[in-house]
């Protein structure tokens, strides 16, 4: 077990990869009185075709999450959230484009839970009956989703930003996708995707590291690891399909939407160094203290706003939505920003030293840190031990240098309108 | 965790001692009985805090300021208690031990700015940034339909009495925006520092007499102490159940039920009650979730809650509109099946560690510790040791009891008329 100082944070963090290839990080907390397991695949919503036995597959939509639906189905008929409730532990699931992942919490029985959670998500329990009986429950979580208007406009923009991307579909799949799914698919996508080597346990809070790694070993160590299948992720066109789409929605003020495309082969940069520079880019010009945000809000031209990066393949896709008065004028503003860019010392220190106290603060709270280390886990698929030191040593020549670099014109923009009354 | 509360005169200090957190969180309560026409004044007023004060005249100053002092953050809320309206303002921010001497007590000095600061100009907030702030609250009154859960649990409180202050929108209102001018504004934030009952707590590795006289420097009020009136509403049951119904052009339809308790003891209330509500719905372990959701698979969310100090327990659901008539009878049934004492001891057991969990996760949050004190001061509920003890005697025939106080009084369904097949 290899201990790894999360450095100028006072806390260490242990990894280990069984010979199976499962990966282990725990990060035990002596202060605290909580813990939280993760248990989880790198198989999301991304995995649809792949090849199996030199045969090519293509399993539903949406199956993913349908599988983490159903994880909870057990042979012997008992139900996983009974058996976490009898200790008060909280248990949950959640999908997305790239992993799914079973987690509990709570503060009693640390052994017992650990131990069930590994064992109840390696027990598929899959029948033509309640594999039938899930399809209306997922029916209604879709339709929720599909009644919010930020969802439609998130949709559409990443229909119109990619050409063949599984992200232009959402993470549930469709109704009509759905209702194909068969018990011999999700057994499919389980023998192949719920392997050691494709899977990780991430533990935080209180529990005793040894006690964790012995249960793990336990349990999973025999595990014979399965080669993974040969997946296809289709490539993408640099290009976005449609640059610009108007759509209606349920909406009283309008929305705006804007998706920019950035093949990041051609900056040659590690993924970390790059992603902790593009996050610094977008949060300095349209971040809480950016000068686009308080002159948007003195035009009364803003009313709320959300940004966020995404990975696929060589790709980093920048979103922005907001809702607001006028789209026009709005996206004259956001254009106006990437004009003649340039990153100011002021900003950027000032950046640099809000970020690092919010790696301090987020070490006070399990939680945080849980998303924190997860985050880690997905992108880069390890901890970042020294993220205040990488943070630190960021440079202003650089950011300036990389700022060159990137064609912010490669976009796609969405605006929703009300519909007709 | 060491808790010492001070009477300051015109407001009491609670100092929550813990060396469990890097930061230190502050919280300066402001609460007063809920008047319908004055819940927009304080959304506005709660934003013009944030918009601009004196000496950082725009939102960017507050938020780089804010930044500079090691990412503090400063944040309002108004939400209602029960008969009362709560202003809060959160303050958190890293000790001195990770940043430098003096950010802490600079960062205190930073909220009293915020607070007791305004951008006020001859007895008047500035116009332009009024304008800006009633602007965006414009649209999201405007916009209230977007969240379709929470649409319709203001409208079934609204069918349920339009007088109680649980029909009130905490988002505001159209005509009361419209009054919002400079100088009213002003006189209502004057009002508001004059009347409203004020606590502050600080939660943290702090040292008594040092943030003693730091708050005390920088918060001086002068205000009127008055007699209280109560927190909790007593709320009415009809005699004959109210069905109402709204459509919105979604595709899911959303079931929003009002049930109310009656009599409840105080110890009904916190005790009894709780376990009530986490058996019928509390959790994906309870009956709702297992018989409506996992068996007859009617729907994705359903759950419900408990809004003690209201005397309400609201179920929701989200369903197909073709299935509203099967899921309110499952519904219907499973609260019977409650008065009958239909479940198990083990759903019990299972309940009361749901809430000791609870209990123990609750010290390692520093909003969730000020919670509860907060609660023990206004409303005199137990300490955590009390609390833990007393749920643990809590027995059926108790549960039994509570369950029969518990009466269905509205149903309201906001039914989703989108064409199928898209």
């Known amino acids: 077990m290899k201990e790894i100082k999360l450095k100028k944070l006072d806390v260490s963090c242990f990894e280990e990869d069984l010979d199976n290839g499962l990966k282990i990080v725990l990060l035990p907390f002596l202060n605290k009185k909580n813990y939280f397991i993760s248990y989880g695949t790198y198989f999301g919503a991304d995995i649809t075709n792949f090849t199996v036995n030199k045969k090519e597959v293509k399993v539903p939509d949406g199956i993913a999450h349908f599988l983490e639906h159903k994880m909870f189905e057990q042979p012997d008929g008992k139900d996983p959230f009974t058996f976490f409730s009898e200790s008060g532990t909280s248990a949950n699931a959640s999908t997305s484009y790239e992993y799914t992942h079973y987690i509990c919490y709570g503060n009693k029985e640390f052994s017992k839970n650990l131990r069930f959670l590994l064992q109840f998500v ?44 599984p992200r232009r579909i959402d993470i549930g799949g469709s109704v009509k996708e759905i209702k194909k799914i068969t018990k011999e698919d999700l057994y499919l996508c389980y023998d192949n995707f719920y392997t050691p080597s494709n899977m990780f346990v991430l533990i935080v809070g209180n529990f005793d590291v040894d006690e964790a790694l012995n249960i793990i070993k336990e349990e999973l160590q025999t595990v014979k690891n399965k080669k993974l299948p040969n997946i296809k992720l289709p490539k993408e066109e640099l290009s976005v399909l449609k640059e610009k789409d108007k759509i209606y929605g349920n909406v009283k003020v309008d929305k705006l939407g804007l998706a920019i495309k950035i093949d990041t082969t051609p900056l040659k940069m590690d993924d970390i160094t790059l992603d902790l520079y593009l996050n610094m880019i977008t949060t300095i010009l349209f971040g809480t203290s950016s000068e686009f945000r308080q002159r948007v809000r003195n035009e009364k031209l803003l009313n709320n706003f959300y940004m966020e990066w995404e990975t696929y393949r060589n790709y980093h896709i920048f979103y922005m939505m907001a809702s607001t008065t006028d789209t026009n004028k709005l996206l004259e ?51 970042i031990p020294n993220k205040i030191d990488l943070i630190r040593n960021l440079s202003l020549e650089e950011i300036n240098k990389l700022v060159k670099k990137i064609d912010f014109t490669n976009r796609s923009v969405v605006e929703m309108v009300a519909k007709e009354e | 965790m060491e808790y010492i509360k001070k009477d300051l005169g015109s407001y009491n200090l609670h100092i929550i001692k813990t060396d469990k957190f890097k930061t230190i969180t502050v919280r300066v309560v402001f609460h007063s009985p809920i008047v319908k026409e004055e819940i927009t004044l304080r959304n506005i007023l709660c934003d013009m805090f944030m918009q601009s004060s004196k000496n950082y005249d725009s939102k960017r100053k507050l938020t780089i300021k804010a930044q500079d002092l090691y990412a503090t953050t400063i944040q309002t809320t108004n939400n209602r208690l029960g008969n009362y309206i709560m202003t809060n303002f959160y303050l958190t921010a890293l000790n001195d031990k990770y940043t430098e001497e003096g950010n802490f007590a600079e960062s205190i000095k930073f909220l009293s700015e915020v607070i007791f600061n305004p951008d006020v100009e001859n007895e008047k907030f500035k116009r332009d940034k009024l304008d800006i702030v009633k602007t965006i609250a414009l649209n999201n009154i405007n916009s209230v339909k977007e969240d379709a859960s929470n649409y319709s649990l203001m409208r079934m409180a609204e069918s349920y009495s339009k007088d109680s202050p649980i029909s009130y929108r905490m988002i505001g209102y159209l005509d009361d925006l419209e009054k919002i001018n400079e100088e009213n504004l002003y006189d209502y934030y004057l009002k508001m520092l004059e009347k409203d009952f004020v606590d502050i707590f600080v939660v943290g590795d702090i040292k008594e007499e040092e943030i003693t006289s730091l708050i005390k420097q920088n918060f001086k009020f002068k205000t009127v102490k008055r007699k209280k009136v109560s927190y909790i509403i007593d709320s009415p049951v009809r005699k004959r159940r109210l069905f109402a119904k709204e459509t919105i052009d979604n595709s899911q339809s959303k079931i929003a039920i009002c049930n109310v308790t009656t009599d409840l003891t105080p110890y009904e209330r916190y005790y009894p009650l709780t376990l009530y509500n986490v058996i019928l719905g509390g959790g994906s372990d309870s009956k709702l979730f297992k018989n409506v959701r996992e068996e007859n698979s009617l729907c994705y969310t359903i759950s419900s809650v408990t809004n003690k100090l209201d005397n309400l327990l609201i179920i929701m659901a989200g369903i197909d509109k073709i299935s509203y008539k099967k899921c309110l009878e499952l519904i219907e ?73 518990v009466k269905m009084d509205t149903v309201f369904c906001l039914e989703g008329v989108k064409d199928e097949g898209n």
């Open chain 2, 333 to 405: 049934s499973n609260m019977l099946d409650m008065k009958k004492g239909k479940f198990s001891e083990k759903d019990i057991k299972i309940a009361k560690e749901y809430y000791v969990t609870a209990l123990d996760e609750m010290l390692e949050s520093e909003s969730n510790i000020i919670d509860n004190y907060l609660m023990m001061e206004i409303l005199n509920t137990d300490d955590i040791e009390t609390k833990r003890e007393k749920m643990q005697n809590v027995s059926k025939k108790d549960i039994i009891k509570v369950a029969k106080k």
């Open chain 1, 333 to 383: 503003e956001i254009d106006f920003e990437f004009n003649d860019l340039v990153i100011s010392e002021e900003a950027f220190e000032r950046m640099k030293k809000v970020w690092i106290a919010n790696e301090v603060k987020m070490i006070d709270n399990v939680d945080a840190t849980v998303s924190n280390l997860f985050d880690d886990l997905i992108k880069y698929r390890k901890i």
């Open chain 1, 122 to 165: 390696n027990k598929p329990f899959y029948t033509d009956e309640n594999v039938e009986k899930e399809k209306g429950i997922i029916a209604e979580e879709l339709k929720m989703y599909e009644d919010i208007p930020d969802f439609q406009l998130e949709m559409r923009l990443r229909e119109n930003v990619f050409h063949k991307s």
